[in-house]
């Protein structure tokens, strides 16, 4: 078998298992947490508490009330969706491991996108805290949690191999 297709068929296969975890999750946060309070997980640690984001990520334009907003926000994810699956095909040529950061975030937004189209919010429930030292002011989900370790996974492969992606990005690789 071609090694390209397996290399893809196992990303796509991240990419399927990674958003359908989110929607899984989502569905029981739903179920579960919608109509009680918060649920600890790990005292002093994790709690999960049911949130509709009616915004982007932390928030970010939920105090906006326009139906406006909603198109604005779909078409802002579908544009990022769009612009991974540009990247992942600029860099075709790379290896599993430069693949896999831009399908994790693919697959957080994937979750995130359909959450947003099925209901006109994301669902959030995972809030992290530590005692009451920290507390992380903003609840979060399954996809947040892929397109941050995807974020991370990203920023040290463009750290410390800059120069493949400048090739793989001006096509001076083969494919």
């Known amino acids: 078998m071609n090694k390209l297709f397996v290399k893809f068929l196992i990303l796509f296969t991240v990419t399927f298992t990674g958003c359908n975890t989110d929607l899984h999750t989502k569905r029981l946060a739903v179920d579960k947490l919608r109509e009680s309070s918060t649920i600890t997980v790990l005292e002093g640690f994790i709690d999960l508490s049911y949130v509709e984001n009616?915004?982007?990520v932390f928030g970010v334009l939920s105090d906006i009330e326009s139906n406006l907003k909603h198109y604005i926000?779909?078409?802002?994810?579908?544009?990022a969706i769009l612009f991974m699956i540009y990247a992942i095909w600029r860099i075709r040529a790379l290896?599993?491991?430069y693949h896999?950061?831009?399908f994790l975030i693919?697959?957080?937004?994937?979750?995130?996108f359909i959450n947003r189209l099925s209901s006109g919010y994301v669902v959030d429930f995972i809030h992290i805290y530590w005692k009451d030292i920290i507390d992380f002011p903003y609840i979060f989900n399954i996809a947040d949690v892929l397109i941050l370790i995807g974020e991370i996974m990203l920023i040290f492969?463009?750290?410390f191999r800059r120069d493949i992606f400048h090739k793989a990005a001006f096509n001076e690789l083969s494919a």
Do not use: R
Not at 106 to 112: D, H, K, P, V
């Open 157 to 159: 492969l463009v750290i």
């Open 54 to 56: 009616k915004g982007m």
């Open 95 to 97: 290896s599993f491991c």
């Open 100 to 102: 896999l950061p831009f």
């Open 106 to 112: 693919l697959s957080g937004a994937f979750g995130n």
């Open 73 to 79: 926000l779909i078409g802002i994810t579908f544009g």
